[in-house]
């Protein structure tokens, strides 16, 4: 028994090391494991800004917000070893009753809870807001959100603004009637616009509503037929040149019903009709009953439609040239200096535009420019005249 023991002694250290090796192991998991369960996973970050996005959106509409004010609401993805988020960008124009000051301090207390950070800065009328997160344990703080408030012009400042003497120049909004927002950044601009809203789109009755609560002038733009029709289409509503006069002058009444108080209309496309005399006179000759005016787009050269309006007597304008014939900013930028040229060499004239995006971006851009050109700006209807004016020609136009 003697001889036999010291063979097994092998046997046990390695027992003895593995054992040692075991626990070792066993503690170290342990240990991996607590903590994970102690360390809470980092957080989802585009879920995060998402809410922090909701909780910005839900203090605006409870300090009294329409959502029509809501000018421009975007987001990108931005990412970093940290992980992927949203970016939010957003534009909004307030009353001067919105109560700023307190809607502010009431979200940075919230943003606070929600660890998140607010900076604003920026002068009367346009204030600019960051809203930082900063991930637990990151030094970085992360831009969720920019927004910017501007606060809409009162009619008083119109008056402050428009005391220029080199000519008058009025500016008519085409083709409204798909987006509310458009409405709400065009009205920002403090200048007196007119706006031209479509039949029978989405928000034409309530955009011409909002547009006169705003004091702003709106025409009822009356699509006709052009040359090519049917191919191109000049949406619902359409006046045509096959129409019996019954059937016009009820088109019309329905379409002039569909977008009410207006002070007067003016032609959607139109080459072929507006060059129709006898479409062209029951036209006048309704208007002329309803004290309504007519402004020509001049879509054709071969247009009839101001020479009638003038044979009723009736008030009357015609368009002199088209702001953004083509999308693109330096071509806008150079028909509205032209514009005001033009102002200062006829004394009036009319510029016709369009709700596109780069228009209104480029509108928004030139302000300063526009209010400080020292030429009067008006409404169409200051415009409107009884008096033919021959040497008045327009620059081409197309549908």
Not at 221 to 242: I, N, T, W
């Amino acid at each position: 028994m003697t001889a036999a023991f010291p063979a097994r002694r092998p046997h046990i250290r390695a027992l003895v090391a593995f054992l040692v090796l075991f626990v070792i192991l066993t503690t170290a998991a342990l240990l991996k494991i607590q903590e994970r369960v102690s360390s809470p996973p980092p957080p989802d970050l585009r879920a995060v800004t998402t809410d922090l996005h909701t909780l910005i959106s839900g203090s605006l509409l409870l300090s009294g917000l329409h959502p029509e004010e809501i000018l421009r609401e975007e987001s990108a993805q931005r990412g970093t070893g940290r992980g992927r988020w949203n970016e939010y960008r957003t534009e909004i124009l307030v009353g001067e009753s919105f109560p700023v000051d307190s809607w502010l301090h009431r979200l940075q207390s919230a943003l606070q809870r929600a660890g998140a950070s607010l900076d604003s800065s920026g002068a009367s009328g346009k204030l600019e807001v960051l809203v930082h997160y900063r991930p637990e344990g990151s030094g970085e703080a992360l831009l969720v959100e920019s927004l910017t408030v501007r606060t809409r012009p009162t009619p008083e400042s119109f008056a402050a603004e428009d005391t220029g003497r080199r000519g008058r120049a009025a500016l008519v909004i085409d083709d409204l009637g798909q987006n509310p927002r458009h409405l709400e950044r065009l009205a920002a601009l403090g200048i007196p616009l007119t706006l031209s809203v479509l039949p029978g789109l989405p928000h034409s009755r309530r955009i011409a509503q909002r547009a006169g609560e705003l004091n702003l002038e709106v025409l009822l733009h009356v699509p006709m037929e052009p040359y090519d029709f049917p191919e191109k289409r000049p949406g619902p509503g359409a006046l045509l040149a096959g129409m019996t006069e019954e059937e016009m002058l009820a088109q019309l009444g329905k379409d002039l019903d569909a977008v009410p108080g207006v002070v007067g209309v003016n032609n959607h496309m139109g080459s072929r009709l507006t060059a129709d005399a006898g479409a062209m006179d029951i036209l006048m000759k309704e208007l002329k009953s309803r004290n309504l005016l007519f402004l020509d787009s001049r879509t054709s050269p071969r247009s009839l439609a101001f020479d009638t309006a003038y044979r009723y007597n009736l008030p009357a304008a015609q368009r002199d040239i088209f702001i953004d014939a083509h999308d693109d900013k330096e071509f806008i930028r150079g028909q509205i200096r032209k514009l005001l040229d033009l102002a200062g060499k006829r004394g009036n004239v009319i510029g016709i535009g369009h709700p596109y995006r780069t228009t209104l971006d480029v509108l928004e851009e030139m302000r300063e420019e526009i209010l400080a050109s020292g030429v009067e700006w008006v409404t169409v209807s200051s415009l409107a005249i009884r008096a033919y004016s021959p040497e008045r020609q327009p620059e081409g136009g197309s549908e």
